[in-house]
């Protein structure tokens, strides 16, 4: 894994040909596996996945590197946010209208009413209104990677993105209004903490021995977080947003790098930073948001970070985790009141306490799982080396756990995100663009190819 750390680190951004610039403290304190990745997706009710969120220029340039260490680890590789000025322009200029933007890395597809939408590298965004069978590109205000999307209904939406972008539409993906960037952020967690830091340093005085003891140690790492904001005010809008939830046209929530997550009440025209709400001092990226059911919401993360509100978010709590390896999301299995939550090397987990405790589920092959979907009696899990599990929901229950079995596809590539078109139609977003696969996937004919 020393390897993939390095190649992560050492990879040139996709557009300025410049390297990474990682914060040294994260070099030597973050979690390996962490690092790499980082995803995207959901899809389907209760789905909030994400993972793969990789930039195909960067791709080509690992080259041999790439087919050493494995595709599913370049993808990752290309997931770790840099910190440049490339991504800052990126964020100022507009995604050209471009015949390449159908086969362009997409990371992200999602349903609004009758249309399907797909976002993806450069800022593209593709809509179909003939079910997949055609795709439009639509214009958008950004060139930086969309990383996620999220309809309220057939008409709002937004997308989050490379350099901090939230992007939001009022009709149906027609057009796309840039809300929020980097830039914004930066000066909002500047603020965020330096009120933070005054209100604690007041309050100092009022406390006993005991208190105030832990008080110091609480503004101690304030400190360190308010340097970390004022560097990444000076180096512009490098970090990007990963995952964004609305529970509808007015409240909503974005998360992503560095324990980054921003809350809304009026429909993105404002954002407030919830960083004080989530237990997490380390700063580990939140790779996805949404919910369960009602108010309970839930959110996945590198280094096995998985936390859970109960009150639509005033507060999170951080559940004891499976593993120790990145999630890159989860899926609500809404007809058997269970979470799943997958991540690196085919680690999946199964909850029926909404996280309380989990089961280990068996994914053959130990693939890095990138997302998921979800019907009534069918799960689906996608991979990142473009392997597709899935399982009958109908023979799992309490007792007994999903079976995944391994379906073979006509053509195996790189997979970020996807949802069923229709029953017998699947659409698959990654390397390539969108593809549209036959489901379920004759298996026999597969096997008679092979002989």
């Known amino acids: 894994m020393t390897d993939l750390l390095r190649v992560a680190r050492s990879r040139p951004d996709s557009d300025s040909g410049q390297p990474f610039r990682i914060p040294e403290s994260r070099y030597h304190t973050q979690n390996t596996d962490s690092v790499l990745c980082r995803p995207v997706c959901r899809k389907t009710p209760g789905h909030v996945a994400s993972p793969v969120r990789f930039i195909s220029h960067a791709l080509r340039k690992t080259g041999s590197a790439a087919r050493i260490l494995g595709i599913t680890a370049a993808l990752m590789a290309m997931i770790t946010p840099p910190v440049t000025h490339a991504s800052t322009d990126r964020v100022q200029q507009a995604s050209g209208i471009s015949t390449k933007a159908s086969k362009a890395l997409m990371l992200d597809i999602t349903r609004a009413g009758p249309a399907l939408l797909a976002a993806g590298d450069r800022g593209y965004i593709l809509r179909s209104i003939d079910q997949g069978m055609s795709w439009q590109q639509i214009a958008t205000p950004v060139s930086t ?66 208190a105030r003891e832990d008080a110091e140690l609480v503004l101690e790492e304030l400190e360190f977080k308010l340097e970390d904001a004022q560097v990444a005010t000076e180096e512009g809008a490098g970090k990007p947003l990963l995952s964004v939830w609305f529970k509808d046209r007015n409240q909503g929530w974005v998360v992503g790098a560095y324990g980054m997550i921003f809350h ?23 790779n996805s948001i949404g919910q369960l059911s009602g108010d309970t919401l839930f959110m996945a993360g590198e280094a096995g970070t998985l936390y859970r509100s109960d009150n639509a ?16 999301g989860f899926q609500w299995l809404a007809q058997h009141n269970a979470v799943i939550a997958y991540g690196l090397r085919g680690n999946a987990f199964i909850s029926y306490d909404q996280g309380d405790s989990w089961h280990a589920l068996d994914v053959p092959g130990k693939e890095s799982v990138m997302n998921a979907i979800a019907t009534a009696d069918q799960l689906i899990l996608l991979g990142g ?67």
Do not use: C
Request: hydrophobic share 35%; glycine share 10%.
């Open 145 to 210: 990677a969309l990383t996620d999307l999220w309809f309220v209904d057939e008409q709002h939406g937004w997308a989050t993105g490379h350099g901090g972008v939230v992007l939001h539409t009022s009709d149906g993906g027609s057009s796309w209004k840039l809300q929020l960037d980097g830039h914004q952020i930066n000066h909002m967690t500047l603020r965020f903490y330096e009120q933070e830091k005054q209100s604690l340093e007041n309050s100092l005085d009022q406390l006993d021995d005991i």
């Open 264 to 286: 809304t009440t009026d429909g993105g025209q404002s954002w407030q930073p919830a960083m004080s709400r989530v237990p997490n001092p380390d700063g580990f990226h939140f």
């Open 313 to 328: 978010g005033a507060d999170w709590l951080r559940l004891d985790s499976p593993y120790e390896g990145s999630f890159f």
């Open 385 to 451: 080396s473009g392997s597709v599990w899935q399982a009958d929901l109908k023979q799992s229950n309490h007792q007994t756990k999903p079976e995944l079995q391994r379906i073979r596809l006509p053509r195996s590539l790189p997979i970020s995100s996807g949802l069923k078109v229709s029953d017998n139609l699947l659409a698959l977003t990654g390397l390539g663009g969108i593809r549209l696969i036959n489901w379920p996937v004759d298996q026999t004919a597969r096997q008679h190819q092979k002989q």
